[in-house]
């Protein structure tokens, strides 16, 4: 006598292979997945700053490309090969002082040859600080090396510190020049490549909020590069300018603070305010040429005031607080490129979360309440 089959054991036997069947597909996607990563990890930085850079210089790319009749290429060669000689070749030379200056500093302290000049009487009258800051200037300029002696652990620390950093601006430096070019090829290909990032965002949010999110993006990346990293690389510029007419010692080294202090939305004034003491305390500026370099500083330390309400936020659907908040906590946890991530994380959660409040269902089925008035 034969047994008719069991429906359900059936149907759980094909809902077992079909289970089996996709956990089987999902686990080697996973790991074609992982495999991918880590062949593409060691190029992720640099794709990264040549998208980045592409974004933000690809309206210059257009304007280019319509002057000499729409030639893509051409236009993206003469962009980047501008760029090169306008900002990578400059401040390769601005990072090759600096680590000029450091390497000779060092040499100087282990060599017992760096001489500190005589403090100006006026230090001792200076509020606070005056008398410490006198009688400890007064021992390094006398005794340099007891003073250094006493410091030599720190010191031995700090100069390690400073070798690694310039060594990194080394490396930096090779990624940027990469960058560009890349970046340059990306730029010649750019409609294509919108379309193709239009798609993924519209794949993920669907085609109407794929198209928002696409310009907010592109629009964040660019106010990012322009209100943040852009007004900080001006200041610095017009800073180290102004130092260097001025003849003040390490303008390289101080033009690059200005740069970080720009990047972490610090006041330039952080470091134009001792300048400005250096030149009257020194005693070596005519009257004229004092006030004239104060003002000159004043004005290139505050520049970023006027810079920042024009540059940050322009053309981005989202508020300049919340792009500049994106854009500090990305530095604070994963650097400069953290900055873009983050500001455009930050953007793109805020749409959202403005979108999810004004399609609320409950506030349009609510009825007016005209007592409450």
Not at 54 to 59: E, F
Not at 99 to 106: A, C, E, R, V, W
Not at 295 to 323: E, Y
Request: hydrophobic residues 55%; proline residues 5%.
């Amino acid at each position: 006598m034969n047994m008719a089959p069991n429906p359900d054991h059936e149907q759980e036997k094909r809902i077992s292979a079909l289970l089996l069947d996709v956990f089987i597909r999902a686990g080697m996607l996973l790991a074609m997945i992982i495999l991918c990563y880590r062949i593409f990890s060691p190029f992720l930085s640099l794709m990264l700053w040549a998208l980045i850079l592409a974004v933000t210089t690809y309206p210059i790319h257009q304007q280019i490309a319509r002057r000499i009749g729409g030639k893509q290429g051409l236009a993206a060669t003469l962009l980047v090969f501008f760029s090169i000689v306008v900002i990578v070749i400059p401040t390769t030379l601005l990072v090759s002082s600096l680590g000029d200056s450091i390497h000779g500093l060092i040499n100087d302290l282990k060599n017992n040859t760096l001489e500190v000049p005589a403090p100006p009487a006026g230090v001792g009258e200076w509020p606070i600080v005056g008398e410490q800051l006198y009688e400890f200037w007064s021992e390094a300029h006398s005794d340099l090396p007891a003073v250094l002696q006493s410091m030599q652990p720190k010191i031995g620390e700090l100069a390690k510190k400073a070798l690694g950093i310039v060594a990194g601006l080394g490396g930096t430096m090779l990624l940027f020049f990469f960058s560009f070019i890349i970046a340059g090829i990306i730029m010649a290909f750019g409609t294509s490549g919108g379309k193709a990032m239009q798609r993924i965002f519209q794949r993920i949010a669907g085609v109407e909020r794929g198209k928002e999110f696409t310009k907010l993006a592109t629009g964040t990346i660019r106010a990012v590069a322009a209100g943040v990293i852009g007004i900080a690389c001006i200041q610095a510029l017009l800073i180290g300018l102004v130092l260097i007419l001025a003849g003040i010692p390490w303008a390289g080294v101080l033009s690059l603070c200005v740069l970080v202090l720009g990047i972490a939305q610090l006041p330039a004034l952080l470091v134009t305010l001792p300048a400005i003491g250096y030149i009257w305390f020194i005693g070596d500026y005519s009257t004229v040429g004092g006030i004239s370099f104060t003002v000159l500083l004043i004005v290139a330390g505050t520049v970023d005031n006027v810079l920042k309400p024009l540059m940050l936020g322009r053309g981005v659907d989202a508020p300049m607080p919340v792009i500049l908040l994106g854009a500090l906590g990305g530095m604070a946890s994963s650097g400069i490129l953290g900055m873009f991530i983050g500001a455009t994380l930050l953007a793109l959660g805020y749409q959202i979360f403005i979108r999810w409040v004004d399609t609320n269902p409950d506030v349009e089925a609510e009825p007016i309440d005209s007592s409450a008035s």
